[in-house]
């Protein structure tokens, strides 16, 4: 079974610093993804960022990248220069090649402050 | 615009009366699928279709049935809501039911039930 584990319940970040959201997976599986969701207050899903278990390299887009850690199994956010739009609610989630759905983390609250 | 439609966005409800809630997409996506997210729990599968006519249970199907008779819609019925499913609900869509490709998802319908 594969599980998703968020640590953070809530966390706080001044606006233009970096926070680090963490994200730990448990799978058996070799051929997987990671995938980061924001969830405003107004309740929808949106897509962030992406990692499959085969990259090389740590994904980036704009100011989110994912710090991959295969052997560790974490695969954590880090928004750089907050913003305070980025105050959200954060999932983290994976699914696997041969999976049928997306297995969520409990999420963590972010509130960045001015 | 692609995107995946969710109606209603809200309602409200009393018990044991049935209700049904649309999920259209626009993308010709072969699977979809149901989430509910509850507080401290993040999202959780309830169905999913990996193509029209085909679908099948997730983690959380009591109380809930679905169908796919064409490809674009899957609607969730609660043929007898109870409280326990005041919930908020996505529905999601990828091009494919098989390997990691990215779930879009609707804006979500946040139901009570009384």
């Known amino acids: 079974a594969q599980k998703i584990t968020q640590t953070q319940p809530g966390m706080f970040v001044q606006e233009k610093e970096a926070v680090t959201l963490d994200c730990t997976y448990d799978?058996?599986?070799?051929?997987?993804?990671l995938f980061w969701y924001k969830q405003p207050s107004s309740g929808e899903m949106i897509f962030l960022i992406y990692q499959g278990s085969y990259d090389e390299q740590n994904a980036t887009e704009g100011r989110y990248s994912l710090n991959f850690q295969k052997a560790r199994k974490s695969a954590n956010l880090v928004i750089s220069a907050s913003q305070l739009g980025d105050s959200a609610m954060y999932f983290c989630a994976m699914r696997s090649l041969y999976g049928n759905k997306l297995v969520f983390g409990a999420g963590t609250i972010l509130r960045v402050k001015s | 615009e692609a995107q995946v439609t969710q109606n209603p966005r809200y309602l409200i409800t009393v018990t044991g009366k049935k209700l049904t809630v649309t999920c259209s997409q626009n993308?010709?996506?072969?699977?979809m699928s149901w989430y509910r997210q509850d507080p401290g729990l993040g999202l959780r599968q309830i169905y999913y279709s990996m193509n029209v006519e085909v679908t099948d249970k997730g983690d959380v199907p009591e109380g809930y049935k679905v169908s796919r008779k064409e490809k674009r819609n899957f609607p969730l019925i609660l043929e007898s809501p109870s409280p326990n499913q005041t919930s908020l609900y996505f529905c999601?869509?990828?091009?494919?039911?098989?390997?990691?490709?990215?779930?879009?998802f609707g804006p979500g319908t946040r139901l009570t039930v009384t």
């Open positions: 999601a869509s990828s091009l494919r039911g098989r390997g990691i490709n990215e779930q879009y």
């Open positions: 799978t058996s599986d070799q051929s997987y993804g």
């Open positions: 993308m010709n996506h072969e699977y």
